[in-house]
């Protein structure tokens, strides 16, 4: 669990102003949270490349009651979104250091025996990126189909000789040389001999198209996993939100709660 609580100790003694106070400290408490929230968003806007809505909206905040005088700021968990990617498993390495989470499609590839054990995916050169840097769920999806990646689920949607041959499109030149005036996608398992065979391409996947199919790019690449430092001081930035902003807000607060009170 990544998150920061905001609480306080104080204590109202007049009874005449507990109600008041209570009311104050909800509100206060829940406003701070909030003023959490935005800095460490904004914290992520300088340090991260490109960051997408998802990850800048993947903070939540649970507000202080008059019941509960505790507020919180956190990185939603599996608990919080029903989905394969819950920022505090994509993104909380960047929190608190170490390695990342593994991804759903790194396990997909693991599965059929391409990524070895600590390996992680990055995009090669012949990816095909969103506007984030990010690889396109809709091209990996293809590749893992390509590759026949999919578990009985949903091995339908991988793809059969007959599609590979037609993405391929094969033809010939006018001299007679063999085309690829598609796409064909191989795997290397890296540099070395294996099955008999002599590898020189670094570990991913691949593409060749042209004339004998000389025209190789990387698509994916296979690497070591880093172990990543934290980027982002949650607690720092907490800690600096609550004291530049409780005691100004308490103050608000309150007195707007003594002029209302009835």
């Not at 914290?43 to 960051?51: A, L, N």
């Not at 968990?77 to 593994?102: C, L, M, W, Y």
């Not at 005036?181 to 198209?209: C, D, E």
Request: hydrophobic content about 35%.
């Amino acid at each position: 669990m990544i998150e920061f609580k905001v609480s306080t100790k104080s204590k109202f003694d007049a009874k005449n102003y507990e109600k008041q106070a209570t009311f104050a400290l909800a509100k206060t408490l829940t406003q701070v949270a909030f003023d959490v929230r935005d800095s460490i968003r904004a914290d992520m806007q300088s340090k991260f490349d490109r960051p997408t809505s998802y990850t800048l909206n993947s903070l939540f905040v649970q507000p202080a009651t008059k019941v509960k005088l505790v507020s919180r700021v956190g990185l939603r968990n599996r608990d919080q979104v029903k989905s394969a990617g819950p920022a505090a498993e994509t993104i909380g390495h960047q929190f608190v250091g170490g390695p990342r989470k593994f991804k759903r499609s790194e396990g997909a590839f693991r599965r059929i025996g391409l990524l070895k054990n600590g390996q992680i995916i990055v995009p090669g050169a012949a990816a095909e990126l969103d506007q984030y840097g990010n690889i396109k769920r809709g091209f990996m999806i293809k590749l893992l189909a390509y590759l026949q990646a999919f578990g009985e689920q949903g091995y339908k949607a991988n793809t059969t000789d007959k599609r590979r041959a037609s993405l391929a499109k094969r033809g010939k030149t006018e001299s007679g040389y063999k085309t690829i005036n598609g796409v064909v996608y191989f795997v290397s398992r890296g540099k070395g001999t294996f099955n008999g065979k002599r590898q020189h391409l670094p570990a991913g996947v691949w593409a060749k198209t042209g004339i004998h199919g000389v025209d190789v790019k990387p698509v994916l690449l296979f690497v070591d996993a880093p172990v990543y430092k934290r980027r982002i001081d949650f607690e720092k930035l907490g800690r600096d939100a609550y004291e530049k902003n409780f005691a100004v807000k308490f103050d608000r607060n309150f007195d707007q709660a003594l002029a209302t009170a009835r």
